[in-house]
Nanobody, 123 residues
Framework: QLQASGGGSVQAGGSLRVSCAHS????????TGWFRQAPGKEREFVAG????????NYADSVKGRFTISRANAENTVYLQMNSLKPEDTAVYYC??????????????????WGLGTQVTVSS
């Protein structure tokens, strides 16, 4: 089970941090990804992290502004979002993929999804 939290509203240029807490069964090899979906648009990959390798992957649109990290003891993944832009406005979803060591960038690469958290960036 995944629980996303930490969304909110901020002005352009501001920062937010969203969290994804994993509960229940955990897997020695899995990935956690963040996706977002704006109204009328398809769900898109934002960032992901491999728990076993620690490797990360980012969408080009967020590179240099967003940072994904994990807290092993807490089974939690964080997405720090800086220099936010109005086009970052969306519902952000976290997802987990079992038995994977390479971050997937497509929704089909994930087995579990949490409920989304709204991020709104005003100009």
């Amino acid at each position: 089970q995944l629980q996303a939290s930490g969304g909110g509203s901020v002005q352009a240029g501001g920062s937010l941090r969203v969290s994804c807490a994993h509960s229940g069964a955990t897997f020695s090899s899995y990935i956690t990804g963040w996706f977002r979906q704006a109204p009328g648009k398809e769900r898109e990959f934002v960032a992901g992290i491999s728990w076993s390798r620690g490797s990360t992957n980012y969408a080009d649109s967020v590179k240099g502004r967003f940072t994904i990290s994990r807290a092993n003891a807490e089974n939690t993944v964080y997405l720090q979002m800086n220099s936010l832009k109005p086009e970052d406005t969306a519902v952000y979803y976290c997802a987990a993929g079992r038995f994977r060591t390479v971050v997937a960038t497509k929704p089909a690469g994930y087995d579990y999804w949490g409920l989304g958290t709204q991020v709104t960036v005003s100009s």
